[in-house]
């Protein structure tokens, strides 16, 4: 069974970049099917998707985070990463790692990790 | 962006009853290989957002067929047949069609 599990620093200081890993086992993210995004959920608030990636390394990102974000894959250890620069307090979200076919619908999804930005 | 508007914002049930969740897109969510990316995802109450439905009206396996959705256009339905108490969450809908993907507000399953 595919299992996805994120991991990085709980508190970013404000201005810094946050980076977070995400470890696909129980699969290969090299599989030509799936593609792999990253979503983060604000405390009490709705879902947003940051970005995606295929084991290619192409990647699709949100035009709102864009000019911040990168996201990169690396194969040999089956994880992919999330990079987003310059960050403030309105980043401070639970981020969510999740597979993801063609048609764009995230199955399965990581338990998640709450990143908060502060001095 | 692609606006999803789901209502209502929040949803008390009797236990057994049915319940019916709207979710409506600023766009027709038809993709042009006459496909349409309408998902629906539950979150309970400290978890994960788990995935219910895609592609409008496709079931993801091992979830219950109480749970049933439909629509088409820019208009969708997640109905539950019976509401258990399993059932709290927020569910949200998300679609695929236009870029960037966008999710809809979420809709807050109580029980009464």
């Known amino acids: 069974q595919l299992q996805l599990q994120e991991s990085g620093p709980g508190l970013v200081k404000p201005s810094e970049t946050l980076s977070l890993i995400c470890t696909v086992s129980?699969?290969?993210?090299?599989?030509?099917?799936?593609?792999w995004g990253w979503i983060r959920q604000p405390p009490g608030k709705g879902l947003e998707w940051i970005g995606s990636i295929y084991y290619s390394g192409s990647t699709y990102y949100n035009p709102s985070l864009k000019s911040r974000v990168t996201i990169s894959v690396d194969t040999s250890k089956n994880q992919f990463s999330l990079n987003l620069s310059s960050v403030t307090a309105a980043d401070t979200a639970v981020y969510y790692c999740?597979?993801?076919?063609?048609?764009?619908?995230?199955?399965?999804w990581g338990q998640g990790t709450l990143v908060t930005v502060s001095s | 962006d692609v606006v999803m508007t789901q209502s209502p914002l929040s949803l008390p049930v009797t236990v057994g009853q049915p319940a019916s969740i709207s979710c409506r897109s600023s766009q027709s969510l038809v993709y042009s290989d006459g496909n349409t990316y309408l998902t629906w995802f539950q979150q309970r109450p400290g978890q994960s957002p788990r995935r219910l439905i895609y592609?409008?009206?496709n079931r993801d396996s091992g979830v219950p067929d109480r749970f049933s959705g439909s629509g088409s256009g820019t208009d969708f339905t997640l109905k539950i047949s019976r509401v258990e108490a399993e059932d709290v969450g927020v569910y949200y809908c998300m679609q695929g069609t236009h870029w960037p993907l966008t999710f809809g507000g979420g809709t807050k399953v109580e029980i009464k």
């Open positions: 592609k409008v009206s």
């Open positions: 999740a597979r993801h076919g063609s048609s764009w619908d995230f199955d399965p």
């Open positions: 129980g699969g290969f993210i090299s599989s030509s099917t799936y593609y």
